[in-house]
């Protein structure tokens, strides 16, 4: 039967990590009626789209992956794209899923229909689907961004944004420009020093940079956790605490915090010996207020003898290249644009209609915000993934997606089982949720006065969670009825046996 022809008890939007990871563990719980509605022609999201050369994770991959999908064959420490793409097929084929994923479906609206407790997901140039609950799992850098410079439609040569990246161009014997000093470009230059004539790096604000010590994984250990699956766990639990114990100087400005810099401007005395250089990368703000770069090959390649770091603003794109304001013009055939992404921080990722006619980018306008990052009073029976204030300063994406995962697909269990018609999060749990949330993260580094894309035009936090992983973990441990409005299709006297506490106060439709 077609999508279009009846609901569904779950529409997932996104192929990526999230909406993979959703399927996987609502199909462990028996919950098969789903699909996955994804725009692009493939699976693996963040990992299908950065394909540009260098292109990794700099977080150990032990905790780069899903607890319930352990991988005991990781090449390295950290892995490259490739890598982490070929284990999110496998993790598709393996659990069955990959049969209900929908590609070229561009979800372009979500309208809520209070009657009928159910969600119309409307398409681009296709017919609309319902279905009973909603996890949108968009991504939070899906929709790579080209930076607002005077002039960038005029210059003539190759424009490649790193999220883009052209494999058909050869880049060998070419004067090439890197926009941006972030996470990406950091491992893009020094793979375009191999090859280019010259690579100019544009940099706006130098970052923090501690060493990422990446080893390959011999093959004993590759054993080892193939056969003692505590071994993998054990790993895993390690690095888990390793990285908890860097929120102490990543999350918060303490001590630990003058610990990190330290660390990381010895690690610019051993790496760059001129002095001058050494100055232009050392960043003037606390550690943590920005994404820590973990990169032990960028300051070398910045010395090679055909890179050169320019830190003259940009003034404008011309036809053969960039003009910085001290008058210059830097001529090239390739820029690559290394400026990252839209992120969501104000206004939703999508239009969402809600109850009443409620708009969720009107509600979200002056800042993103939900209950424990999942759900949105007057929204019922949807739930986001890396929704608002679930952004990790420290640790693995994959560990606080994993939480939300659990969460949202113990609330659709429960929605299924019991046959109710909404679970609705009660406004004021919701409001007092988030005025903690932004109490608590006026105490974090990325509230300590440096402009990040964390924070709203406002200064407003829409995006970082304050805290230790485990908090957020454990928050999301349970989903506890008393936060919900339980709406049941029937009398309450007619609800199903044993219906759970807070589900005894239906509200009769
Ligand atoms: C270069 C790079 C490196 C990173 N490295 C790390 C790292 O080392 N550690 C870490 O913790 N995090 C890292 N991240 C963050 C990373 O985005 C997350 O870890 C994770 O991959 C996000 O998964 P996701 O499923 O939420 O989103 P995505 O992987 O972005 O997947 C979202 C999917 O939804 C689809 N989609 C979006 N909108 C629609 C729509 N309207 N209709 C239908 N489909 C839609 C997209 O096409 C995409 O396939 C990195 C990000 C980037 C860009």
């Not at 969402?352 to 007057?378: K, Q």
């Not at 018609?421 to 409001?431: G, I, M, N, T, Y």
């Not at 988030?434 to 006026?442: E, F, G, S, T, V």
Request: one cysteine or more; hydrophobic letters at 40%; charged letters at 20%.
């Amino acid at each position: 039967m077609a999508d279009t022809d009846k609901t569904l008890s779950v529409a997932i939007i996104g192929a990526g990590f999230a909406g993979i990871g959703a399927a996987i563990r609502l199909r462990q719980e028996g919950i098969t009626d789903f699909a996955i509605f994804e725009r692009g022609d493939r699976i693996g999201g963040t990992w299908r789209d950065n394909t540009y050369p260098g292109a990794a994770c700099d977080i150990p991959s032990r905790l780069y992956s899903y607890s319930f999908a352990p991988n005991p064959n990781w090449s390295h420490t950290y892995s490259g794209s490739d890598e982490i793409l070929a284990y999110i097929d496998r993790m598709a084929t393996d659990s069955g899923i990959a049969p209900h994923i929908r590609f070229g479906h561009n979800v372009t609206g979500l309208i809520y229909d209070e009657a009928a407790g159910q969600w119309t997901v409307e398409f681009e140039g296709r017919e609309p689907v319902r279905a009973r609950t909603v996890i949108a799992a968009p991504g939070p850098l899906s929709n790579a961004s080209l930076p607002d410079i005077p002039g960038i439609e005029t210059y003539e040569g190759h424009k490649i944004h790193s999220a883009r990246w052209d494999h058909d161009y050869d880049f060998t014997g070419k004067k090439v420009a890197v926009i941006g000093t972030g996470a990406s470009a950091v491992q893009i230059v020094p793979e375009l020093v191999k090859t280019a004539k010259s690579v100019k790096v544009f940099q706006r604000t130098p970052g923090w940079v501690l060493p990422r010590l990446n080893r390959p994984t011999s093959g004993l250990l590759k054993q080892l956790y193939r056969t003692v699956p505590f071994a993998q766990e054990a790993s895993r639990a390690a690095w888990f605490w390793g990285h908890e114990s860097v929120a102490l100087g990543v999350v918060w400005d303490t001590p630990f915090t003058r610990l990190v810099e330290q660390l990381s401007k010895a690690n610019l005395r051993l790496q760059v010996k001129d002095p001058w250089l050494r100055r232009q990368l050392t960043p003037d703000f606390s550690a943590g207020c920005k994404r820590l770069l973990m990169t032990s090959d960028y300051y070398p390649a910045l010395q090679a003898d055909n890179c050169k770091l320019v830190t003259w603003p940009i003034a404008r794109l011309a036809p053969k290249g960039i003009r910085t304001v001290e008058g210059i013009e830097h001529q090239f055939d390739a820029i690559v644009f290394a400026t990252g992404f839209e992120v969501s921080k104000a206004g939703a990722p999508i239009p969402i209609t809600g109850i009443g006619g409620r708009s969720l980018g009107d509600e979200w306008s002056g800042g993103a915000y939900a209950y424990r990052s999942v759900a949105v009073s007057g929204y019922p029976n949807l739930y986001f993934t890396f929704g608002p204030n679930s952004g990790p300063g420290h640790s693995s994406a994959l560990v606080y997606m994993e939480a939300q995962i659990n969460y949202i697909v113990e609330a659709v269990e429960k929605l299924l089982r019991l046959d109710w018609k909404a679970l609705d999060v009660r406004p004021e749990v919701q409001a007092r949720y988030n005025a903690d949330i932004q109490r608590r993260l006026q105490a974090t580094t990325w509230n300590s006065g440096c402009q990040s894309w964390y924070l709203t035009d406002d200064g407003f936090n829409a995006t970082m969670f304050p805290g230790f992983a485990t908090q957020y973990v454990n928050q999301l441990k349970h989903v506890d009825l008393d936060d919900y409005k339980i709406t049941g299709y029937r009398d309450p006297s007619a609800m199903a046996p044993g219906a759970e506490s807070a589900g005894d106060l239906v509200s009769v439709q």
